[in-house]
């Protein structure tokens, strides 16, 4: 044991911030060692909370990391719950199969607990990773590559009467900012932005742009109010036909349907280019509804955002419910068994509890399942054909799944 190194690989502890080069360097190198732009790699430094960050170190060097952002988290109901976002998770080559991530997870998710978080939430590199660890897929995106050139929109009446211009993404980027935060109740899934965030989607690298151009912006305006807006970049192109260019979408959000047709329109007809990409899109957005050819679109649906139920009860009790729902669950949790059990949960569009209880089960499933049903864009139906849920009273599913489903479809609309 001493002869391989394994003595000296201290536990999980809280990282110091003097630590943070070594610490960040560690994950850098887990991920393939190509070092973040610089801009990049400072906004994240101000955004860490070393407090809420781990290392597992080997004498002087750091072998193993991960950390948590302090996230407010939309629900269905439009209620804001704390949630951990868990973040930065890399374990050294050298100390793979050792438990190094074992030991992390165990940590963090005993730290959440006692913070008195009740969701834990995150998007998975590996996927297969995390579900053994409780958490299941919450949210789906789109990613779609659009040929405008033969693709038309049908915009909504009002469409004309929104007002377009260009603006530098840095001087209107807390007008823009403005129109997220008033999206965000309305769409499970959606982030409250901390102060120092909204700057995430201005970051500009030349090493990011793969050909495309510096950031642009269009902020959609009427009576004088920002109802909009789109940044993006254009990639140029040229064809033994002519002009073949590229619009690269980074983010668009919009406060009402004309707002958003006028600015996807905008896209579809940007000079020289014939070919629209976005990605990372709500999988029920209007634009969908609006080509002319959704074939032409190439859409491709996506795992996103990643759900831990840290406190059954507390989490559950959280949100609202689309239907009234009066159900026992039989809830296993083998990574944080004090989940384990039997809870009660009663629930309509104004409110629920969930309570433990002795009384005999309706469904059981694994928190896991519960993680992937929590936002509403995963039906409990859906999990018991795969024999993930199984009903154990006749006609609990058929209540119960319509119940924990959202209108709007839940999203994501950033990585962290």
Not at 84 to 98: F, L, P, S
Not at 102 to 131: C, F, H, K, N
Not at 292 to 302: A, M, Q
Not at 350 to 375: H, I, M, P
């Amino acid at each position: 044991m001493g002869d391989n190194g394994v003595d000296a690989v201290t536990g999980p502890r809280v990282l110091r911030r003097e630590e943070w080069d070594t610490w960040y360097g560690t994950l850098v190198r887990a991920f393939g060692g190509v070092p973040e732009p610089a801009e990049e790699l400072e906004l994240f430094r101000e955004l860490t909370e070393t407090d809420r960050s781990l290392g597992v170190w080997d004498g002087d060097g750091c072998v193993g990391t991960a950390g948590a952002f302090s996230f407010r988290l939309t629900v269905p109901g439009g209620a804001a719950v704390p949630a951990a976002g868990v973040t930065m998770v890399g374990v050294a080559a050298t100390h793979r199969r050792r438990g190094v991530l074992t030991s992390m997870m165990r940590r963090q998710l005993d730290d959440v607990r006692s913070w008195g978080e009740p969701l834990a939430v995150l998007t998975a590199s590996e996927p297969a990773i995390y579900g053994r660890f409780g958490y299941g897929a919450a949210t789906f995106q789109v990613n779609a590559e659009i040929d405008t050139s033969r693709t038309t929109l049908a915009v909504p009446e009002g469409t004309d009467g929104v007002r377009l211009r260009y603006a530098a993404p840095a001087e209107v980027l807390g007008a823009c900012e403005a129109v997220y935060a008033r999206l965000v109740p309305g769409r499970p899934g959606m982030l409250a932005r901390r102060p120092g965030w909204e700057r995430l989607g201005t970051l500009d690298p030349e090493s990011r742009r793969d050909g495309a151009s510096p950031l642009q912006c269009v902020v959609a305006e009427r009576d004088g109010e920002t109802v909009g807006y789109a940044r993006f970049r254009v990639k140029p192109g040229w064809g033994p036909a002519g002009p073949d260019g590229t619009v690269v979408l980074s983010a668009l959000d919009a406060l009402d349907p004309a707002a958003d047709a006028a600015l996807w329109r905008f896209l579809f007809d940007v000079d020289l280019t014939s070919r629209l990409v976005a990605r990372g899109r709500p999988v029920d957005e209007g634009w969908q509804h609006m080509v002319s050819d959704i074939r032409r679109c190439r859409p491709e649906l996506r795992d996103a955002l990643y759900v831990r139920l840290v406190d059954v009860g507390a989490a559950l009790q959280a949100r609202t419910y689309r239907a009234p729902v009066d159900v026992v669950f039989d809830v296993e949790d083998a990574f944080c068994p004090w989940n384990t059990g039997r809870w009660r949960l009663s629930g309509d569009a104004k409110g629920a509890s969930c309570e433990r209880t002795e009384d005999a089960a309706d469904l059981a499933l694994s928190v896991r399942e519960l993680g992937a049903a929590y936002l509403g864009g995963v039906g409990l139906t859906a999990l018991a054909a795969a024999g993930r849920v199984r009903e154990l009273r006749r006609g609990a599913l058929a209540e119960a799944s319509p119940a924990f489903g959202s209108d709007p479809a839940p999203w994501l609309p950033h990585g962290f």
